[in-house]
C-alpha cells in the first residue's frame, strides 16, 4: 500500500479557519492547516504513487498531469493569498508526514518570517509587451534592368534588416516601459519570454515583466500602464494580476524528501 505524503502549498502568518473549509487541492484532497508558532503551512495528503520521487519524475513530463497540477496548486495559494500573506513553495514539494513539515517550518522560521515581511501589504502584478514585426516598410526598389535572381536576395535582405531594427526598436521601448513600472514597485524582475505555442499570443514578446507593488499603489500602476501604452503604440501592453507573488516569494525546497 502507497504511502500518504504531505503535500505543502505554502506559508503564511496567522489562521483563516474558514479559507481551508471545502478548499480543493491536488487531485480532490482535501486542504488543512499546520501551525509552528507565528506560521501556518497550507497542505493536503497525496499518493506516494503519484509524488513519490520515480512517479514525481515521470508525471512531470506529461503534459496534461502537469497543467491540473499547476491549477491546483495555484488555486489553494491563491485563496490563501487573498486573506493572508503567502510564501507559495514550488510545485510538487513534499514531505513524509505532518511532522516533518513542521520540523523545516521551525528550521527555516527566520527565513520564512523574512519573506513573508517582504510581501505583507503587496501584491504581484504582471506586465507583457508584444510587438508585431511582419510588416516591414516598403522596398524602394531598384531599376527595372536588374535581375531577378539580385533583385530576390536584395529583398530578402531587406526585410531581414527591417525585422532586425524594430525588434531592436520594440525591444528600446520595451525597456523603457519597464524601467518606468520598476520605479513604482517595491521589486521588479524580468522572466525569458514565455512560449509563443504554449501561450497562444500574436507577434514577439519583448518584455515579460513581473512587479512587486503596494497595495496603496496598486491604481498608480494601473494608470502608468495604461499611459506607457499610449505613450508607446508599437507596442500591445498587457497588464495581468493581482497575484500571488509567486515571482518574489516562491521557496523552493533545495533536495527532495528521502523516507
Same mark, same amino acid.
Not at 486542504?31 to 501556518?40: F, K, P, Q, S
Given at each position: ?5 504531505? &503535500?505543502? &502549498?505554502?506559508?503564511t ?10 478548499l ?6 482535501g ?10 503551512a497550507?497542505?493536503?495528503d497525496?499518493?506516494?504513487?503519484e ?8 508525471n512531470?513530463?506529461?503534459l ?17 493569498? /487573498? ?12 514531505? &513524509?508526514?505532518d511532522?516533518?513539515?513542521r520540523?523545516?517550518?521551525?528550521e ?5 518570517e ?13 506586465v ?8 516591414a516598410?516598403?522596398d524602394?526598389?531598384? =531599376?527595372?534592368?536588374? @535581375? ?5 536576395? @536584395?529583398k ?20 523603457d ?7 513604482? /514597485?517595491e521589486?521588479?524582475?524580468?522572466? =525569458?519570454?514565455?512560449s ?16 512587486l507593488?503596494?497595495?496603496? @499603489? ?6 502608468e ?14 497588464l ?16 527532495r524528501?528521502? =523516507?
Open positions: 500500500m502507497a504511502e500518504a505524503l504531505t &503535500y505543502l &502549498y505554502a506559508i502568518r496567522g489562521t483563516e479557519p474558514d479559507l481551508v473549509r471545502g480543493e487541492g491536488i487531485a480532490g484532497s486542504v488543512r492547516w499546520i501551525e509552528v508558532a507565528d506560521l501556518g497550507l497542505v493536503s497525496v499518493d506516494e504513487d509524488f513519490g520521487e520515480a512517479a514525481l519524475r515521470r512531470l513530463e506529461d496534461e498531469w502537469l497543467g491540473t497540477t499547476v491549477r491546483a496548486h495555484n488555486r489553494v495559494v491563491e485563496a490563501a493569498a /487573498a486573506a493572508l500573506p503567502v510564501a507559495p513553495m514550488g510545485l510538487a514539494t513534499v514531505y &513524509y508526514g511532522d516533518r513539515v520540523e523545516r517550518i521551525a527555516r522560521a527566520e527565513g520564512f523574512s519573506v513573508l515581511d517582504r510581501v505583507t501589504g503587496r501584491t504581484e502584478w504582471g507583457k509587451a508584444f510587438a508585431d514585426l511582419s510588416a516598410p516598403a524602394p526598389g531598384e =531599376p527595372e534592368s536588374e @535581375r531577378p535572381g539580385t533583385a530576390y536576395l @536584395r530578402v535582405r531587406h526585410r531581414t534588416k527591417s525585422r532586425e531594427e524594430s525588434k531592436q526598436e520594440a525591444l528600446q521601448q520595451a525597456a516601459v519597464h524601467a518606468s513600472l520598476a520605479e513604482l /514597485a521589486e521588479s524582475r524580468t522572466h =525569458p519570454p514565455q509563443r505555442e504554449l501561450a497562444g499570443y500574436d507577434g514577439v514578446m519583448v518584455l515579460n515583466g513581473a512587479y507593488v503596494d497595495d496603496a @499603489r496598486a491604481d498608480l500602476l494601473v494608470e500602464v495604461r499611459e506607457l501604452a499610449e505613450r508607446h503604440p508599437k507596442l500591445r501592453v498587457e495581468t494580476g493581482p497575484w500571488p507573488p509567486y515571482s518574489f516569494a516562491t521557496i523552493l525546497e533545495d533536495e524528501e528521502t =523516507p
